[in-house]
């Protein structure tokens, strides 16, 4: 499982807390904390249960809005639950294969993630040859307003994130050491192959995420997190 903040909080729920935990790869109920100390202390201030499970590496989903994103495996698509109404919706996307996910994990074949620019979505496909497909998500809709084709191969990443409209892929480089390799601006749809490495706590992770709120990244696995503060080169502030 896994725990964080809403990456775009609503009013009234600036410095919620969520975690969403299970010992097994699907994940059923979801606690949201008025803060951090409560969530410690799991003195829940509201629990969800989630329609449908949702299938994925562990912590594989998304607040944002204080809707939550996810993947399902039945059938394949992603599914919203919004926090306050209750309200559940689900999309396929045609194109997104289960064949491809994160060197590190075997089912994170949707991921999601947001920035300053919005909400998205990464996948691949047969037809990109398993290689990462970035779409833009329409909030209001839940839909795929725009794509993008990056040149990264999913399978060869251990994990990917968005920040300020540029998604950032990652590998590793040894049992204690990740490192940044590549990039795609949206913005300008031009690629960059980088190597800017940084501290992993475990030879795996399960999921790397910015939160645009405190301009953080954030990495998982089993329950455990460490964050990351992210210095921007001027070019590319948000």
């Known amino acids: 499982g896994g725990w964080g903040k809403d990456s775009k909080p609503v009013r009234g729920y600036e410095s919620m807390y969520f975690y969403g935990g299970h010992t097994s790869p699907a994940v059923y109920d979801f606690y949201l904390y008025s803060d951090y100390d409560k969530l410690l202390l799991r003195s829940a201030f509201k629990v969800h249960d989630i329609p449908s499970g949702w299938v994925g590496a562990g912590n594989n989903y998304i607040i944002h809005g204080n809707t939550i994103y996810y993947q399902i495996n039945s059938p394949f698509s992603m599914s919203k639950l919004n926090l306050t109404s209750s309200k559940y919706n689900y999309r396929v996307i045609p194109a997104a294969s289960?064949?491809?996910?994160?060197?590190?994990?075997?089912?994170?074949?949707?991921?999601?993630?947001?920035?300053?620019?919005?909400?998205?979505?990464?996948?691949?496909?047969?037809?990109?040859?398993?290689?990462?497909?970035?779409?833009?998500?329409?909030?209001?809709?839940?839909?795929?307003?725009?794509?993008?084709?990056?040149?990264?191969?999913?399978?060869?990443?251990?994990?990917?994130?968005?920040?300020?409209?540029?998604?950032?892929?990652?590998?590793?480089?040894?049992?204690?050491?990740?490192?940044?390799?590549?990039?795609?601006?949206?913005?300008?749809?031009?690629?960059?192959?980088?190597?800017?490495?940084?501290?992993?706590?475990?030879?795996?992770?399960?999921?790397?995420?910015?939160?645009?709120?405190?301009?953080?990244?954030?990495?998982?696995?089993?329950?455990?997190?460490v964050s990351y503060s992210v210095a921007f080169d001027k070019k590319i502030q948000p």
């Open 98 to 225: 289960q064949r491809f996910s994160y060197s590190y994990s075997e089912t994170q074949n949707l991921d999601f993630a947001a920035d300053e620019t919005g909400l998205w979505v990464m996948y691949a496909s047969e037809d990109s040859n398993g290689k990462i497909i970035l779409a833009r998500l329409d909030e209001k809709a839940f839909g795929i307003s725009e794509e993008f084709n990056t040149g990264v191969f999913k399978q060869l990443a251990g994990n990917a994130f968005m920040a300020c409209g540029v998604m950032y892929a990652t590998r590793s480089v040894d049992m204690t050491t990740e490192e940044i390799f590549y990039s795609y601006n949206t913005k300008t749809n031009e690629e960059k192959h980088l190597n800017i490495p940084f501290p992993k706590f475990q030879e795996k992770y399960t999921n790397l995420d910015y939160n645009p709120t405190d301009q953080k990244l954030y990495m998982y696995n089993n329950g455990y997190y």
